[in-house]
């Protein structure tokens, strides 16, 4: 597992402003994936695209880079070509933006699977404004006890966002970056015969550190 999201040109576009098209992704899976498989993965990509359109994260960038970029992750650092874990990535936030997809709706268009690991990595956004540490508490005890893809999903979204900590991306980093090295990472590093797992712990780590000086 190599690490590949470095864009070292003078000119290159910031990390935040990067994100992973569908003629991209669909060059990246050809090769790996039937085209069944390839279909599910763009129809995942392209629900994700129409769920988050009106949303902007708070560096200004579009919500769906993200989700593009979770995927991208997966599949340039992790070598992940498991049609279910990438649909998954790229439709994770989907249910806590949408008031129309719902489970019922991921597990007729993708799966049981899919729709299993979307419903884990998704929390009640209102009840989380009000009691924050509690939901935060309650969805770290249903990642223990999930299964690896979920975490590894979730893990790989922190990723990304420890990234962008540079460009403003949340309000607070110190206590997102602390948030995640006290309960999310200990999870992970738990799993040590999951070797992706391991590769993205390493990776926050790095980033947290270069973050904090």
């Known amino acids: 597992m190599t690490q590949r999201y470095f864009n070292l040109e003078p000119n290159a576009t910031p990390y935040n402003r990067t994100f ?6 669909e060059a990246r899976l050809r090769d790996y994936v039937d085209v069944l498989d390839l279909h599910k993965v763009i129809s995942a990509y392209e629900l994700a695209e129409s769920v988050h ?6 560096d200004g960038t579009p919500f769906f880079y993200h989700s593009t970029r979770v995927c991208k992750i997966l599949i340039d650092e992790l070598e992940c070509f498991d049609v ?16 129309i997809v719902t489970k ?3 597990e007729y268009n993708f799966g049981q699977y899919v729709a299993y690991i979307v419903e884990t990595l998704t929390k009640d956004l209102q009840e ?13 005890e249903k990642l223990r006890n999930a299964s690896e893809d979920c975490l590894l999903i979730r893990l790989t979204a922190r990723l990304d966002n420890f990234r962008c900590l540079e460009f ?8 997102y970056i602390n948030n995640t090295t006290e309960r999310y990472i ?11 797992l391991q590769y993205i712990v390493r990776e926050l780590k790095k980033e947290r550190n270069k973050f904090l000086g």
């Open 168 to 175: 403003n991306l949340k309000r607070s980093p110190i206590s």
């Open 104 to 106: 019922e709706v991921l």
């Open 84 to 99: 279910d874990v990438l649909s998954a990535s790229l439709l994770h936030d989907v249910l806590e933006d949408s008031t």
């Open 128 to 140: 989380q404004r009000q009691k924050p540490d509690e939901i935060d508490l309650a969805h770290v």
């Open 53 to 58: 359109e009106p949303i902007v994260r708070n």
């Open 20 to 25: 992973l098209s569908k003629d991209e992704l």
């Open 186 to 196: 200990p999870l992970a590093e738990k799993r040590i015969s999951n070797k992706r």
